[in-house]
């Protein structure tokens, strides 16, 4: 039986309609955005991925649908502890440009 993932659209920035980051369980996993008449998706953490891990589709719907199905073979490919290793570097990322972000203020 075919386990279901529960993915979160949200527009990166406010004023952008057509360019949303895609979370799952509170990590942003990738994009989804507009490219000429298409929409192109990517996931994107911090690890070595497949080509098939990045395409294009005719909506937003069928682009959020095709980074779905890629990232449940990116779950089922990659150990937890691999993974985890994932979630640890860009929590590390998100705490350096944090303190970036507070010595440049």
Known sequence: MKQSISLNAKLRWP??????????????????????????WSISI???????????????????KALGNAWAGILKSTSAERLQRAWDLERAAEARNNRLDSNTS
């Open 46 to 64: 911090p690890m070595g991925l497949p080509d098939w891990s990045a395409g294009n589709a005719s909506s937003l719907h069928d682009g959020i």
């Open 15 to 40: 004023d952008v309609k057509d360019h949303y980051i895609i979370l799952h369980d509170g990590h942003v996993i990738g994009n989804v955005h507009r490219s000429g008449d298409s929409w192109s």
